[in-house]
């Protein structure tokens, strides 16, 4: 499965998918429109938009990947990695397509420009909605055939038409009345509505500046959650065997672990930007001292106890 089919997973769920060293797509969610010119409603939705600024590793997507191929962290990284270089150098001559996200295109200054997809709405409160035209109410040819009514069959200012009015010009007048007043309150209908979606088009494009600047992101849940009767089980306690600055040696360091029957794992990154491998991890303080002093026994020195939450 390609990267865009992952990041399209995640902008089901999370109002932005950063890609490390690329950029990240931030979703802005808009109501309902109606198209005066077309007469096409449609869907409330999820905008997309891009914004290269957004291109430090927060660890979303890493994790999703390495979840979903069954993977380690590192290995998920390399696979985005290889992704993106591939992205970029199909810019360096082309429009990059992303399916059912969007299409980017580097211009001469070296921006790129995001023009995104409409064929997925992301908003799953909308699931099932589409778009659809409904007729417009043509008044102006009403108002044409009562004016017909009226030039085939003046009305004669008789004596007799005064005491009495034909019954069709009275009903060719009130249809008349209630047309001008029917299209005076549409025309205000329009007026207003137009007003109301300026407003709301001003105010999600603030939104949308805002969340981008302050690139702070408030993540949902929106899917449905299985609940499973499972206690939750954390291990506070890492004996840790070393901390690498290259992937491929803490990877290494792990199957050697695993192969001499520790239940060895990857903690990830510290600050350092360094890569940890612990020989095992445990819940309560005391187990993870004894098996650290039997450790530095028999295998290291250079063993040391991490308390940290994974």
Known sequence: MSLANYISDLLYRYECVIIPNFGGFVTNEISAKVNHYTHTFQAPSKEI??????GKNDGLLANYVATCKEISYEKALSFIDKEVNDWNTTLAYDELEIENIGSLTLTKDGNLIFEPSTSINYLTSSFGLSSYISPAVKRIAYKEKVQQLKTVAPVIPSEENKRKTPVFIKYAATAAIIFALGSFG??????MEYSNLVAKAEKQQQQVEKTIQEATFVIKNPLPTITLNIAKET????IVAGAFREPENAEKKLQQLIKNGYNARILGINKWNLTQVSYGSFHSKSEAL?????????KSEDAWLLVKEY
């Open 49 to 54: 938009s891009f914004n290269s600024q957004l």
């Open 186 to 191: 549409w025309n205000q209908y329009q007026k």
């Open 235 to 238: 291990y506070n306690f890492h």
């Open 290 to 298: 004894n098996e650290l002093k039997f450790i530095k026994k028999t």
